[in-house]
């Protein structure tokens, strides 16, 4: 269905500053690390999707995942595409009784699906091109130096 090479990447960390949070993905082909900016509110989430915090009652990725399943699909992987001026673009890859399709999603969204299912996220070449790769994000740094590290 996708006629490109893909990479896997892994969440290794969700960080924060007083205005925004980062998701730290890390490619499993250099070991880099690169981040994709979210909101406050949604970085919170997603770390407490990382640390397996489980929520008091089902939230809204538990009942997409639900939905998906009771019509009979299974969610594969999530591919985050590309990006253009700071926006990034992500699919849930589903397989419905054999025929792969896909739904659109924000990378943050996507990436809480993978967290929930233990789904693979892969990225694409022309996304790993545009991303910026460090070595690491030191986490005794500032969210405004890892920002700049990573432009």
Do not use: Y
Not at 24 to 53: C, Q, T, Y
Not at 84 to 107: E, Q
């Amino acid at each position: 269905m996708w006629d490109m090479d893909l990479i896997e990447l892994f969440v290794v960390d969700i960080v924060f500053s007083s205005e925004a949070s980062s998701i730290v993905l890390k490619n499993s082909a250099n070991g880099k690390v690169s981040p994709i900016h979210v909101s406050i509110e949604m970085g919170s989430l997603l770390l407490d999707l990382f640390r397996r915090n489980s929520p008091k009652r089902p939230d809204t990725f538990t009942l997409l995942s639900n939905c998906i399943t009771s019509l009979g699909a299974t969610m594969q992987a999530i591919i985050i595409e590309d990006a253009f001026d700071g926006i990034f673009f992500a699919k849930i890859v589903l397989n419905n009784h054999g025929t792969l399709s896909s739904l659109d999603a924000r990378p943050s969204d996507a990436i809480a699906l993978a967290l929930v299912n233990k789904l693979p996220i892969l990225g694409t070449t022309t996304l790993m091109k545009k991303l910026s790769w460090v070595d690491s994000i030191p986490t005794n740094r500032k969210m405004a130096d890892i920002f700049f590290l990573c432009r």
